[in-house]
């Protein structure tokens, strides 16, 4: 089975500044999904970023940026230019190969509460 | 694009009451909802999975009487948890997919409270 670690229950970042999230996890699949997910105060859940394992190229949405390491099995989060609406608790999810039907769902990790000081 | 709604928002009720929760993708259609389960703190844990107009498949250790789903159209799937306890008081978050390869958007989630 899969897992996904998230090292770092809490973040706190300067406004404006960088901050990296860190996750990690276990697969024995050579393809799969990875994401990241926010998760406001509101509660709803909002995809941030995503990766296919089978693409070298980290992937970037403007101001978020991955770091996906395959080998390590490592997928950092990065955030440039933090903004006060980017506190929130972030989860990274990991989703099996696309092809396994019905061994599609998504493993979260534990959370990062990340704190936005102004 | 891409909204995912979800009502109530928040339930409180007593013990031994059924309670219905829905799940609707507005703008597209949905083959595949999800239904999570959110403790204070802590991660999303699937509860099952279902396809429209087929069986949900639940994960291990989540009791399918206790926890009816239905997905009746692409569109709408309710989770209804029967006689329900207050150890059944949690955050349940529904997601929808509308095709494999596209990622899960998720609803705004229903806090239910049980008394």
């Known amino acids: 089975a899969q897992t996904v670690t998230q090292s770092q229950p809490e973040m706190s970042v300067q406004e404006a500044e960088t901050v990296t999230l860190s996750c990690t996890y276990d697969t024995s699949e050579s393809d799969y999904y990875l994401f990241w997910y926010k998760q406001p105060p509101s509660r709803q859940m909002i995809l941030v970023i995503r990766q296919e394992a089978y693409k070298q190229q980290n992937a970037t949405e403007n101001r978020f940026s991955v770091n996906f390491q395959k080998a390590a099995k490592s997928f950092s989060l990065k955030i440039s230019d933090s903004q006060l609406g980017d506190a929130a608790m972030y989860f990274c999810a990991y989703r099996s190969p696309i092809s396994n039907f019905g061994n599609e769902k998504l493993t979260f990790g534990t959370g990062t509460r990340l704190t936005i000081i102004p | 694009g891409a909204v995912v709604s979800q009502h109530p928002s928040r339930v409180i009720c007593k013990s031994g009451t059924s309670v219905k929760i829905e799940c609707r993708s507005l703008d597209f259609q949905a083959t595949t909802m999800f239904w999570y389960r959110q403790f204070p703190k802590q991660s999303l844990m699937l509860m099952a999975t279902?396809?429209?107009?087929?069986?949900?498949?639940?994960e291990q250790g989540v009791e399918k009487d206790k926890f009816l789903i239905n997905h009746a159209s692409l569109t709408l799937s309710t989770l209804t948890v029967t006689s329900a306890h207050p150890e059944d008081s949690s955050f349940y978050i529904c997601?929808?997919?509308?095709?494999?390869?596209?990622?899960?958007?998720f609803g705004d989630g229903t806090r239910l409270s049980i008394l």
């Open positions: 279902s396809n429209e107009g087929s069986k949900a498949t639940y």
């Open positions: 997601s929808a997919r509308e095709q494999w390869d596209q990622p899960q958007h």
